[in-house]
């Protein structure tokens, strides 16, 4: 896994994360036009869009969105990539500000809803920074660091980060949102055909936590790297 | 939580689903138009729509989909039910029919998703029995029983089945989809702002298990009354 | 045909329908956001809308409005509704509110729009009179009553409130909507193929006061049953 | 009134109306394209589009239809036109053609709905003669006409063919569409605010049926004018 | 060419352009709701519609825009008219208001976008000149005068003002838009299969010099009838 | 300028293009679905669809397309790359089959109609020889190579590759694509507020003469570099 840190010029965070094969770019964007439920109160808020360029995956698809309906799993991915952000801001400190992650799949072989939570956490952070370095906060509202991690079962196997080979070949598709602490933020566990029992379950949690650990490490390291950002 | 059978006279399958002040109107229709990809394949298919009376809640909302896009949440609940609900299905001695479940909240007191996939059940259940008793199908195609049940951890407390009040409070939402056999279908679990613990999630899936029993036990209990289906 | 009261918790004032086999579920919903034309006028609004359930029909349909485009069967007869409904309101009285009225067919045997007036009228005076009862008006914004049947014309017979079999046999077919006086509100009088007399109208016109006798009736008994609504 | 035939060089029939200020522009366009219910009936099929150009009112309208939703008038008024149309129509002879007559409204005072019927019939028959011509048709499949016109109450007043001000103004609207023998295709009729008696409703029944006659001998010198189409 | 000002009784400005047998109906209407990004500015705006009614051309059309899609030629033919009417316009003079030029095709026969702005600036100069005489602003703030015409090469001729069997046969598809002073507004010119040379170009520039004149004859004579809106 | 090809791994041909601080991901997907009116014709064809990442931009934008409208200015750029690229490809050559070439805009500073055509380019020349290679087509159906190039009048001065802060200061704005042979595929010229001489046009004309040179080497050293495809 790499994470690659100011890949946009525009974008007030922004990199590039590749897991595998698979290839998201993520930009954090941020903005004083809250939603409307948010509007004085005060607080601010973190949303996310997910999307895939056409020839991300092995076929090509029609852009999503085009033609006015968005797809479930890109609806459904989109939710779970702001949830789990969300856990990670104090949006008191945030004030009435929007950062907007959007997490744009350059090419996909796998995992994406997990590369685009830990990418986009990068992305979060490096803009939440940024806001404190010129100001527009008082201090970073950061508060927990998120990744997220796909474990599958095939047969008596437990696999980790499986690429889409092998996940279309998985009894069972889990992914894993995790803190650093290692506590948990989000379970999504779905058999495929075949039901599976609370040992195979735990099977899975006890490597996700492992695999956990070296994103977590990972995020550090492109955060660690010297911020190009113009406005710093 | 009670289970009304045969409550629509045009479907092959119905019950409403009273569980504490939800209210549920499932039907099953029967169809030879199949989805795309699956013609000519021999094989069925069973699909869900979900969708909420717009007073179903306490505050008036739009009706979803008014207007071309389907809300996030609607697009993912009904992705679930569909999901839950093809695991008891043996697609080949379906024949190339697909059965439609329809949910739609009458009345909406929280835990509407476990809801819709413990009434859809039952109507896709007698859906397919009806189809056998016509003769459409050589036996009977559910080949296993699913039940849904919603967790959630509010301080110290671990709760099951909690209404729209409670909901509104807790830490921890989880809904927890199991077969007959006690293995798992599917576990959905998100921390509402707190992360919480291994051993925490683990109270909560013995709860879910024990409430799954008497939901397996209500459906049973709606499908041996008399059935009143003119065709059959 | 039998109308229950109360049967939502949360709307301000609600009724099932039965006339036939066809069952509607009606709500009326006090809100004080107006349309932009009534803003600051001192004046309030009644809207309505209608929608069948996907299985409500024989053969399962389409949800109406996924996808963006109403049909035109619905948009034609939800604005025959809002428009005999604004009929028996005084709109200085009800004040800068807008009250709508949700009619969602659960079970379609014919009749539907003709059912949809009738048990929208009961929601909607029991929301006005648990307006008045809150102390939201100063006094009942209802003024008039109004109810409506339809009838048609079969070879030599006239019929009233035809059943979807004898309503697809029909050469003519008619909705009549009028008040407690016995006053019209509107006509829809239709040729299906064969143009019909001038006396063949008055003969249904005839029937369709009477049927509108009695139908009244039930809406009174309907309001008269004790009210649960839980905010009086 | 005034109908001017062969207005448009491409379409199978055409004729310019103008009723008082209001002008629509009709065409009647003849296709081998028939909708899906009618496909190898042997059966052909008559449809209607009916819009406004923006500025055809006195203040400036949107588009209907750019932005996904047709307004539920429009679907009302296209909807009518379309039945009035096919009551004139043998669809046996007229075999597996659809003729797609579209009135678009030029400039609106008033009565559009109605002179949409009279010219669109005008293009219709016109189509057809030009269909039976070429020999399309073996015999022209027009087997009735029909002209519409609108009353009102307005006050103690019975009033034919109201501008856009007049109608503003009247108690009572109503449509009438008849056919050549003076028999009734269709009525709409609407209080505004105050019901009426039928006595008064008899009294625009009359009116409607002298406005008719001149209606129906104003088709009938159009369509004798020479006509023009270079197919002929 | 002819253009026949005052064709429609609502609108601040209007004409028809009889270009061939290209018929186009051109409207201006005025109005004080600016978009988003000119509120508050002391600007004006200019913006233009452009659409072709269904039956326009040699086949029937579908609406453009029924069903939520613009065609990209719509699209870019109407932005293309509003570039070409703004920079005729003062903006300052103008002030807070908006003109909206909506250019609707009633028959089609070849070179629509030029007609279109050829009769869109007559509509639009009438509607500001009506400005100036109510008083709605000080001083016309028409600046300047344009017109375009359409070119072509097929083989080795260079084609003015082609009509559509012309046109379908050009190697090269040309528009000029030209000021009253000859200078260039806008060039589009496209090969349809053969590249061509800057020669043939420069041959075409020539060409389109001379017919723009003669359009900017036409259009002054046009402004010069006398006018007839009941508002002056 | 930069082009990196092979930066996707599914795509029969794809490059990076980098003009400036713009950046295009461009893909071609070849596919034997081809548009209806190409279909039992023999011939093939070649289509673009371009669009913006929403942080491509100083401000985030709107996800075009995501609520069913495309803009114009998106719709207009993508009919323009699809009829440039369409001039190099012999279609009965290329057989029954559709490229469709995406450009995606990762950065824009600028000139991202003429990067897309540019790279929309070497992508589509990958995937012609890549068919050639495996024996989907006999010989490769690439006839000619397109670059294209934006001009600009700034004052007194003609600017090449304007960037957006240039773009936006320019009084004449165009974009020229053109030939290996010097030939004009089409010209694309709008003057922004002061209209223009011919004199000017002639020196802008020039001017991209020199620069579309260098870009067609640009494209052949991308595509004489080794090719990674793994089909091949």
New interface residues.
């Given amino acids: 896994m790499t994470i690659t840190p100011n890949v946009?010029?525009?974008?007030e965070g922004?990199c590039q994360i590749d897991v595998g094969?698979t290839r998201i770019?993520c930009?954090a964007?941020v903005?004083d036009r809250l939603p409307l439920f948010r509007r004085r109160t005060g607080l601010g808020w973190v949303t996310a869009?997910y999307?895939m360029?056409?020839?991300?995956?092995?076929?090509?698809n029609r852009?999503d969105?085009?033609?006015?309906?968005?797809?479930?799993?890109t609806?459904?991915i989109?939710?779970l990539v702001g949830?789990a952000l969300r856990?990670c801001v104090d949006f008191a400190t945030l004030g009435e500000y929007q950062i907007?992650v959007?997490c744009?799949v350059?090419?996909a072989?796998g995992g994406t809803r997990c590369a685009a939570i830990c990418g986009g956490w990068v992305a979060l952070a490096m803009a939440a920074r940024h806001m404190n370095g010129i100001g527009l906060v008082r201090r970073n509202p950061i508060i927990?660091q998120v990744a997220a991690v796909s474990c599958g079962i095939a047969g008596n196997d437990t696999l980790l980060d499986m690429d889409y080979e092998e996940d279309s070949n998985t009894d069972v598709d889990a992914n894993f949102v995790?803190?650093a602490?290692g506590?948990?933020?989000?379970?999504?566990?779905?058999?495929e055909?075949v039901?599976?029992?609370?040992d195979q379950?735990d099977g899975m949690?006890s490597l996700a936590r492992k695999g956990i650990e070296q994103l977590l490490e990972s995020q550090q390291a492109a955060l660690a790297m010297p911020s190009e950002h113009p406005a710093e």
Same sequence: chains 1, 2, 3, 4, 5, 6.
Avoid at 53 to 60: G, N, V, Y
Avoid at 183 to 191: P, V
Avoid at 195 to 198: R, T
Wanted: hydrophobic share 30%.
């Fill in positions: 946009n010029i525009h974008a922004s094969r770019l930009t964007s903005s869009e999307a360029l056409p020839r991300a995956t092995q076929d090509r852009r969105g085009r033609g006015g309906t968005l797809s479930g799993r609806a459904e989109q939710r949830r856990t907007t959007d744009d350059l090419q072989d927990d995790m803190t602490a506590q948990i933020i989000e379970i999504q566990c779905s058999a055909g039901a599976f029992a609370k379950f949690f």
